[in-house]
């Protein structure tokens, strides 16, 4: 009887190549993470807190902070008598907060990284300067120490303006930032936006307000400490932006811009695009007069629609804040119109490639410049508790446009990525 083949497949003999595959694990994948980066998800549990308790632990923050001021004005006046004391003192409670914090955010069970201990502290102090925002309208006498014997620059209409800013909208995204690094969640685009306020900020407060105007010669210690907002939010701005062919909404590479585009994107576009032109021509006729131009439409600008622009609170912070726009959102609104031109006219991609985290970031930049000059425009100060309001229509609608206008940007963008 005649043998058949069987049908399964020859069996071979494992060569050296597939031994050596099979007892050679393949490496592990390379792992970006940063001192800045919230942890990732493993897939191992945790013995993190539930959310609940997280959160309560970072609202406790503003009372602490409360609490702090009280003490200090209540049974430690003489801690913070002079200025090399007060400095002294700030420093070591700023010591103990963040070790505290540090010590917290171990015990929920969260990994202390860098960025989430920095946006708890951040909490903690934009809370101090709530607590001197009510010193100087009027509400409590709390915070006067700071203001005699600290950063004697925020005793004006640039400090009422500041501090209320970084007391209210600063300690609420940095919150809600805080709290989605501690859980591990995504933080743009909003940490982008902070990332962008913060920037904005620093010039005007450091330049304009510190360094130079009438409260140059009183500079103390304690201004040092704002040398973390400098380099953090700049840092962690950089590790938020997606590479310039990354689609947010789908999470992988976009391959091109498609053709066809309907009447409503192609509406939106061009509306942005716009908007980037009229921003760029504001911003022109603004530098225009701050730096004291005799063309006709500068002295007009200056006489009618925004009289802020002299600066007649004695500090250069609207002079910075005006140049910082000129030269850095102003390149910005130029290349995002091409953009639009790219994408609407030629149908592929422009130079600027991740524009939604570009704008997210310039947004940042209006809500706080925008909110700064509105309030100097509308708010006389002459001492803690005494302001008087006058709306000034003009200034409070160039405000109000341009962060319209910017957020409308940042929102075109997004929308373009959701669906391309």
């Known amino acids: 009887m005649p043998r058949t083949r069987s049908m399964s497949p020859a069996r071979r003999r494992p060569s050296r190549t597939d031994r050596a595959a099979v007892a050679s694990p393949p490496p592990p994948a390379a792992d970006n993470r940063t001192l800045l980066s919230p942890p990732k998800d493993d897939g191992v549990e945790s013995d993190q ?4 308790t997280t959160a309560v632990f970072l609202a406790s923050l503003p009372f602490m902070a409360f609490s702090v001021f009280w003490v200090l004005e209540e049974w430690a006046p003489h801690l913070v008598a002079g200025g090399d004391t007060a400095a002294a003192t700030a420093v070591a409670i700023m010591a103990v907060v963040v070790m505290s914090i540090y010590k917290a955010v171990q015990d929920l069970g969260h990994t202390p990284s860098l960025l989430a201990v920095f946006l708890c502290v951040s909490v903690f102090t934009a809370a101090c300067d709530l607590v001197i925002t009510g010193h100087l309208v009027g509400l409590w006498r709390f915070g006067a120490f700071y203001l005699n014997h600290g950063e004697k620059y925020f005793n004006s209409a640039y400090g009422v303006a500041c501090l209320g800013w970084d007391g209210v909208f600063h300690m609420g995204i940095q919150g809600v930032l805080a ?16 990332g962008g306020s913060i920037i904005f900020s620093m010039m005007p407060l450091l330049v304009g307000s510190a360094a130079t105007g009438k409260f140059s010669d009183g500079v103390e210690l304690s201004t040092a400490m704002n040398a973390p907002y400098v380099a953090i939010p700049v840092a962690l701005a950089y590790q938020l932006f997606r590479p310039a062919s990354y689609n947010p909404a789908r999470g992988r590479k976009r391959r091109s811009t498609s053709t066809e585009l309907d009447s409503v994107t192609i ?17 022109t006729v603004q530098i225009m007069s701050v730096l004291g131009s005799k063309a006709s439409i500068a002295t007009w600008w200056l006489t009618e629609v925004e009289p802020v622009l002299k600066q007649p609170d004695g500090t250069n912070a609207i002079l910075i804040g005006v140049v910082q726009y000129f030269f850095y959102a102003v390149p910005l609104h130029c290349a995002a119109a091409w953009e639009w031109f790219c994408r609407l006219g030629l149908r592929r991609p422009g130079p600027l490639g991740n524009a939604a985290d570009w704008s997210a970031l310039l947004l940042g930049f209006y809500l706080q410049g925008m909110w700064i000059q509105t ?22 609608l160039v405000g109000s446009l341009s962060v319209g206008m910017a957020a409308m940007q940042m929102v075109a963008f997004l929308q373009w990525d959701a669906t391309r």
């Not at 807190?49 to 609940?52: G, L, N």
């Not at 509406?267 to 760029?280: P, R, Y």
């Not at 425009?377 to 001492?383: F, L």
Request: net charge negative; hydrophobic share 45%.
């Open 49 to 52: 807190a539930e959310p609940p």
């Open 179 to 194: 709290y989605r690094a501690l859980t591990e969640a995504d933080l743009n685009p909003w940490g982008l936006v902070w």
């Open 267 to 283: 509406g939106i576009g061009c509306v942005a695009a716009a908007s980037h032109c009229v921003l760029v021509l504001l911003h």
């Open 375 to 396: 309030v100097m425009a509308t708010v006389e100060y002459s001492g803690p508790g005494k302001l008087v309001f006058t709306p000034r229509t003009p200034a409070i």
